[in-house]
């Protein structure tokens, strides 16, 4: 089994950036790819970006609200990646996840992930 733990969630206001980290523990050579998801109050959970390494390829995959503004980082080697978050706005107060993937490659779909950490409270004030 895999273990995640996210962190670096915080109070921030409009525009802000920040950083998010999630550390895998456990059967780590079973990682090929991981992904970050949102869920903010009342509304489902939201792909945000994801990442593969395949035949030493890494590979990246970013929802449309975010792309230009959010970064993926990170390599299986280290057991940890990290999403860098800019220019962040207030409909993006959300609990963040990190998961874990099915498979070695990048999904939107959160049915693909079969690891999740416990999620980071993120706040963005206006």
């Known amino acids: 089994q895999v273990q995640l733990v996210e962190s670096g969630g915080g109070l921030v206001q409009a525009g802000d950036s920040l950083r998010l980290s999630c550390a895998a523990s456990?059967?780590?050579?079973?990682?090929?790819?991981m992904g970050w998801f949102r869920q903010a109050p009342g509304k489902e959970r939201e792909f945000v970006a994801a990442?593969?390494?395949?035949?030493?390829?890494?590979?990246?995959d970013y929802g449309d609200s975010v792309k230009g503004r959010f970064t993926l980082s990170g390599d299986s080697a280290q057991n940890t990646v990290y999403l860098q978050r800019n220019s962040l706005r207030p409909e993006e107060t959300a609990v963040y996840y990190c998961a874990k993937s099915r498979t070695d490659w990048t999904s939107q779909a959160s049915d693909d992930y079969d690891a999740w950490g416990q999620g980071t409270q993120d706040a963005v004030s206006s």
């Open positions: 990442v593969s390494w395949r035949r030493h390829i890494t590979y990246y």
């Open positions: 456990g059967r780590t050579d079973t990682i090929y790819a």
